[in-house]
């Protein structure tokens, strides 16, 4: 005799628990991509173009919680703080980054510039003068 079929949900969950990797992976790009084609279209892209960075980690709790649960954010939270490292890494991780950006900012005044990107507006200013850029070329030129 046949055991009762499982719910559509549990098999579709199961599936997924066999490759959760992939799926967190395959999120995780669609989410970011969703993001960046229209921001480097140029469109503005509001609350989520300053967010942007944080979608892995979103992703990675939404995916713990759909595919295992309390426990999986549980085990994904107690994974977060549990480092099997020497204590030297500790400062070098926490501390590390900071000294990194204080050098970097330290160069770029010794350099005589105003800011890390070279340019009075920044990141703003070298995507504004790519999509000029892009915009004078001939595309009836390159069509086919």
Do not use: E, H, K
């Not at 713990?64 to 426990?71: E, I």
């Not at 500790?90 to 005589?112: C, D, E, K, Q």
């Amino acid at each position: 005799m046949r055991s009762a079929p499982a719910s559509d949900a549990s098999a579709w969950r199961n599936t997924l628990r066999r490759y959760d990797a992939l799926v967190f992976f395959l999120m995780t790009l669609a989410l970011t991509w969703i993001v960046w084609i229209p921001r480097a279209m140029g469109f503005p892209v509001g609350v989520a173009g300053r967010l942007w960075t944080w979608i892995p980690a979103i992703t990675a709790l939404v995916c713990a919680a759909l595919l295992y649960g309390r426990a999986g954010l549980r085990d994904l939270g107690r994974r977060l703080v549990r480092w099997r490292v020497r204590w030297w890494w500790y400062p070098v991780v926490l501390v590390g980054p900071l000294v990194f950006s204080l050098i970097a900012a330290g160069i770029a005044m010794l350099l005589g510039q105003s800011s890390a990107c070279g340019t009075a507006g920044g990141a703003n200013a070298v995507s504004s003068s790519a999509r000029s850029d892009l915009s004078d070329l001939d595309v009836q030129r390159w069509s086919w």
